[in-house]
T-cell receptor, first 117, second 114 residues
Framework: DQQVKQNSPSLSVQEGRISILNCDYT??????FLWYKKYPAEGPTFLIS?????DKNEDGRFTVFLNKSAKHLSLHIVPSQPGDSAVYFC????????????????FGQGTILTVHP | NAGVTQTPKFQVLKTGQSMTLQCAQD?????MSWYRQDPGMGLRLIHY???????DQGEVPNGYNVSRSTTEDFPLRLLSAAPSQTSVYFC?????????????FGSGTQLSVL
């Protein structure tokens, strides 16, 4: 049972436009959400995160929105650039009673973003 | 800074062979973990460690062993390789000093089991 789902395997966007990547989750106990970016032949790299107590977090061109009632989060990239072309993974964590997740993440399947010049 | 280093980058095994995937980090992170990436499945946690001498199972631990004798190293052992273990393997580390959810990943090991 996939607890974190990215239902769009791929997304194609024109340079300068907005890219919106979506992610749904089923476990309402998740308390922290992250987006990772992965280029071919490299490991994933952290992009942006959001705590479950917030509904928006912004970092430059990247904004993550969290809708807890819908169990949905999205990543907005504005404006999109060709260098943003990569696989984007949504991930979630569940802290234990001590408040730590030990770095244990549950990942979605990933969405391939292609930004055309 | 090297960060998280994985070796080898590529490996081909025959069914039944054993091997060890190496992982080392030089950031003094407490937490280390192994994930495998398969098409349509995202990354799945195999084993993780919260410190030297302490390991635990993740989502897909069967067929893999780990140990952590030092803070820096976290090798993953395949005892008897099976075609189902064909995958890309990523080692990661994190620290509560930064945020234990922000994982630093190695560049991966692409493993094929024939």
């Amino acid at each position: 049972d996939q607890q974190v789902k990215q239902n769009s395997p791929s997304l194609s966007v024109q340079e300068g436009r907005i890219s919106i990547l979506n992610c749904d989750y089923t476990n309402s106990m998740f308390d922290y959400f992250l987006w990772y970016k992965k280029y071919p032949a490299e490991g994933p790299t952290f992009l942006i995160s959001i705590s479950s107590i917030k509904d928006k977090n912004e970092d430059g061109r990247f904004t993550v929105f969290l809708n807890k009632s819908a169990k949905h989060l999205s990543l907005h990239i504005v404006p999109s650039q060709p260098g943003d072309s990569a696989v984007y993974f949504c991930a979630a964590t569940l802290a234990n009673a001590g408040g730590t997740s030990y770095g244990k993440l549950t990942f979605g399947q990933g969405t391939i973003l292609t930004v055309h010049p | 800074n090297a960060g998280v280093t994985q070796t080898p980058k590529f490996q081909v095994l025959k069914t039944g062979q054993s091997m060890t995937l190496q992982c080392a980090q030089d950031m003094n992170h407490e937490y280390m973990s192994w994930y495998r990436q398969d098409p349509g499945m995202g990354l799945r946690l195999i084993h993780y460690s919260v410190g030297a001498g302490i390991t635990d199972q993740g989502e897909v631990p069967n067929g893999y062993n780990v140990s952590r004798s030092t803070t820096e190293d976290f090798p993953l052992r395949l005892l008897s390789a099976a075609p189902s273990q064909t995958s890309v393997y990523f080692c990661a580390s994190s620290s509560t000093q930064i945020s234990n959810e922000k994982l630093f990943f190695g560049s991966g090991t692409q493993l094929s089991v024939l």
